[in-house]
């Protein structure tokens, strides 16, 4: 697991730096001003946060104490502006090809989301083919010498795909399965109980069978652009 622990205010400055390096670089480094509406940006977050610009300010410096961000001002600004050292800089040891950085600022700026949710939203700060690529940028960041970055989720109720989640806020915890209910005990509803077991099982069964589907036809739709 990585060493770097963010809180949920640290993680949205170092995220939008990031975001914002990749899709707006003419406009980078970022005034207080442009970061303070990045974190409270409506589109692209979750949760949606409403930080003022002391408490940006406040986290920017308890980042620039730990080397993970800093401030850059052009000749003849008069007005600071900040960028991170949080990855792929002399500052740090961190380093992550761009599909594993997109998909890790997703992560940071959105929560938790399956692969192919990523697939779609991290497309905006990286080139990503496909989900099969977006698989093994996820395995990657799992199995890295230093430690996890990534965990996966275990899968929710009525969910195709798991949900994976970034380590910077620390570890994450997994609710304990809920107790049965009284009647599944004593055995007066064990009729139906076994029957929805049975659906839930068939569910299962079909929703494995729609993903092992959609990955096979993702590498023929590969096979067939590499042949073009």
Known sequence: MTDIKLTAEETRVVACLIEK??????????????LTNACNQKSNRDPVMQLDEAGVQRTLDALAKRHLVGEKSG???????????????????LRFSPQELGI???????????????????????????VLEVESALKSLMEREGGPIVVQLPREPGRRESRFAHLFGGPITFPSPLPAPEGA?????????????TDGERILHLEERVAALERALEELRRSLASGA
């Open 185 to 197: 005990r004593v055995g007066l509803d064990s009729r139906t109980n076994t029957r929805s077991s």
């Open 21 to 34: 390096a990749i899709t707006t670089p003419d406009q980078y480094p970022l005034s207080l001003n442009a």
């Open 104 to 130: 890790l600022c997703e992560l940071m700026l959105r929560g938790p989301q399956t692969p192919g949710e990523l697939r779609s939203r991290a497309g905006r700060l990286c080139a990503i083919a496909d």
């Open 75 to 93: 000749y003849g600004s008069r007005v600071a502006k900040y960028q991170h050292y949080f990855c792929n800089t002399t500052f740090g040891s």
